[in-house]
């Protein structure tokens, strides 16, 4: 399933809204469990997509960028996960280009999840 393709800069790093839900309804270790999980994934996958790509094995990087998309959807990472979309259904002349912004992207995306998290446990 492919994503509305707004500017990717648009988009929120993290809704917390999505993490306050999850807070809400799930308990406490399973939310941690999952923001354990997604962080993981942003320590090494969007080097391994873009790693891919630069390789030439585009079938591997788009799935490798499609789980990405689904561990970022998970934890309401909009930025990442629309990038992670656009890499994946990009044409072969020009995945490379997007793939180069998933390092930085994710870096981004983890301090943003750093802040949400203390204003999520302080509230």
Known sequence: M???RPA?????LIDPAQL???AEFLPGAQ???LIRTFTNEMQTRPSMVLHLAREGDLTR??????????????V???RIALLADTVEHAGDDVIVEHAQELPGCALDTLGELETVQATLRAA
């Open 2 to 4: 492919s994503l509305p």
């Open 61 to 74: 990087a788009r799935a490798a960028a499609h789980y990405l998309k689904g561990a970022a959807l998970s």
């Open 20 to 22: 306050r839900e999850f």
């Open 8 to 12: 990717t800069s648009a988009a929120p």
């Open 31 to 33: 939310v941690l469990q």
């Open 76 to 78: 309401g990472a909009r």
